[in-house]
């Protein structure tokens, strides 16, 4: 039997995973000039889940090949 493809899935180039926590984290801050947050981090946790629905706006799916070519811009996808 052949070998499936593995698909990978991608944040969409201006919607990664950094860009998305860092805008839910930001809520909490409560000391901005020494960066300093308070969280319930069990609703963060769901509340970063919830900031990235929906899916087919924040993610794409990609074998692993095409996957390191839209990470390092090789692969434009429109």
């Known amino acids: 039997m052949p ?3 593995e ?3 991608a944040h969409v180039h ?3 995973r ?3 926590i860092d805008n839910v984290i930001k809520n909490y801050l409560i ?5 300093i947050i308070q969280v319930d981090l069990h609703k963060v946790v769901e509340e970063i889940f919830e ?3 929906p899916i087919n706006k924040h ?4 074998c692993s090949e095409c996957h390191r070519k839209y990470d390092n ?3 434009v996808i429109d």
Do not use: P, R, V
């Open 31 to 35: 000391d901005e000039k020494n960066q």
């Open 18 to 20: 950094a860009l998305i």
């Open 73 to 75: 811009g090789t692969l």
């Open 3 to 5: 070998k499936k493809a």
């Open 51 to 53: 900031a990235h629905k």
């Open 14 to 16: 201006g919607l990664e």
């Open 59 to 62: 993610f794409i799916f990609l």
């Open 7 to 9: 698909l990978h899935s």
